[in-house]
T-cell receptor, first 117, second 111 residues
Framework: GAVVSQHPSRVICKSGTSVKIECRSLDFQATTMFWYRQFPKKSLMLMATSNEGSKATYEQGVEKDKFLINHASLTLSTLTVTSAHPEDSSFYIC?????????????FGEGSRLTVL | LAKTTQPISMDSYEGQEVNITCSHNNIATNDYITWYQQFPSQGPRFIIQGYKTKVTNEVASLFIPADRKSSTLSLPRVSLSDTAVYYCLVGGYSGNTPLVFGKGTRLSVIA
């Protein structure tokens, strides 16, 4: 079946540094990918829609300069948390719909846990 | 995007059937109903999807009444490994529209 893979699964960084998280669709092409963040015991919150070949669409309240999204190819989207601070510590999850599928099922990555010290 | 309402939590003993109901009063004509399961520190996983009436797969059944303003996920004979958060989502068929997650239902299965 379709698989979406994220890397790294866990990352710890110092405050002020930037962290890049990769999201890959392994056996299908994804012109669109979605990025979510999730705080402990909370639901997923949509951050942005990543579009291959064009700019990402950010949800209200999400800083586009802080969370840089690049959809470099039909199988790769990256989220870069710039100048990370402790409040950016969270679980980041990407997802992608499988084009041409008979359902609107979204495939989710395993998630990336970011801890900013 | 239609808003969904689910119970915050449910408890069940192993071997019982669990039914989780979701309300989505503002569902649009072209919206599908999809349920996802999420374990701690993992991404959500697709369980089942439907448009109307009843859908059944190897892990669950989904019951949708004629007015489509609610849906019920049925998990037969739950086990400890079914302890997770279950999300009901309503959205377009194409999958290109992002899904907005509600608060979900935290199911705890007890031995």
């Amino acid at each position: 079946g379709a698989v979406v893979s994220q890397h790294p699964s866990r990352v710890i960084c110092k405050s002020g540094t930037s962290v890049k998280i990769e999201c890959r669709s392994l056996d299908f092409q994804a012109t669109t990918m979605f990025w979510y963040r999730q705080f402990p015991k909370k639901s997923l919150m949509l951050m942005a829609t990543s579009n291959e070949g064009s700019k990402a669409t950010y949800e209200q309240g999400v800083e586009k300069d802080k969370f840089l999204i690049n959809h470099a190819s039909l199988t790769l989207s990256t989220l870069t948390v710039t100048s990370a601070h402790p409040e950016d510590s969270s679980f980041y999850i990407c997802s992608a719909p499988r084009q041409g599928a008979h359902t609107g099922e979204l495939f989710f990555g395993e998630g990336s846990r970011l801890t900013v010290l | 995007l239609a808003k969904t309402t689910q119970p915050i939590s449910m408890d069940s003993y192993e071997g019982q059937e669990v039914n989780i109901t979701c309300s989505h009063n503002n569902i649009a004509t072209n919206d599908y109903i999809t349920w996802y399961q999420q374990f701690p520190s993992q991404g959500p996983r697709f369980i089942i999807q439907g448009y109307k009436t009843k859908v059944t797969n190897e892990v669950a059944s989904l019951f949708i009444p004629a007015d489509r303003k609610s849906s019920t996920l049925s998990l037969p004979r739950v086990s400890l490994s079914d302890t997770a958060v279950y999300y009901c989502l309503v959205g377009g068929y194409s999958g290109n529209t992002p899904l907005v997650f509600g608060k979900g239902t935290r199911l705890s299965v007890i031995a």
